[in-house]
């Protein structure tokens, strides 16, 4: 196993150690922001026609590798995050037929955020409409939530 180690640019203090197979460890070794200490150990890989050389440690800097970033709120990924669900009935939707729904309309100042939107059946949302949920008497079935981000490099 390889350790990634990542670290910040200016405080130089770790922040995440993750142990990775020799595999990954290999694709990851010509990434843009990977640093090979060279006080670093190496395990020989072989091949069928060659010997590779993995160190047993790669730093990333996160400053410049990956910063985990949150997609911004689309129709398929809210459709994905819901489950096809509507969020006022409860029926399944295919996606041709669900709709983004803000919990707060955008008129009263609503966000287009992952927490403000949610995926709605076409009648719902007409239902629902230009107002809020308590105010269309239309409870959510369930809370939106931000999806979770994979720190993982490119």
């Known amino acids: 196993m390889v350790t990634i180690i990542a670290t910040t640019y200016f405080t130089n203090r770790v922040?995440?150690?993750h142990p990775i197979s020799l595999s990954r460890a290999i694709?990851?070794?010509?990434?843009r922001s990977a640093i090979i200490p060279p006080d670093a150990g190496l395990v020989e890989v072989h091949s069928p026609s060659q010997v590779v050389?993995?160190?047993d440690?790669?730093?990333?800097?996160?400053?410049?590798?990956?910063?985990?970033?949150?997609?911004?709120?689309?129709?398929r990924g809210v459709y994905n995050r819901d489950h096809g669900i509507c969020a006022y009935c409860g029926k399944w939707?295919?996606?041709?037929?669900?709709?983004?729904?803000?919990?707060?309309?955008?008129?009263?100042?609503g966000p287009t955020?992952?927490?403000?939107?949610?995926?709605?059946?076409?009648?719902?949302?007409q239902r629902k409409a230009d107002r809020t949920p308590a105010q269309a008497r239309m409870p959510l079935r369930f809370q939106p939530f931000t999806p979770k981000v994979r720190l993982r490099p490119d």
Request: charged letters at 15%.
């Open 15 to 17: 922040v995440i150690t």
């Open 27 to 31: 694709d990851l070794m010509g990434h």
């Open 53 to 55: 050389l993995v160190p």
């Open 57 to 75: 440690q790669i730093i990333f800097n996160v400053d410049g590798a990956f910063v985990p970033k949150v997609a911004q709120p689309t129709k």
């Open 93 to 109: 939707v295919t996606f041709t037929d669900a709709s983004i729904d803000h919990i707060v309309p955008q008129a009263h100042g």
């Open 113 to 125: 955020e992952w927490e403000n939107l949610v995926n709605a059946c076409r009648t719902c949302n």
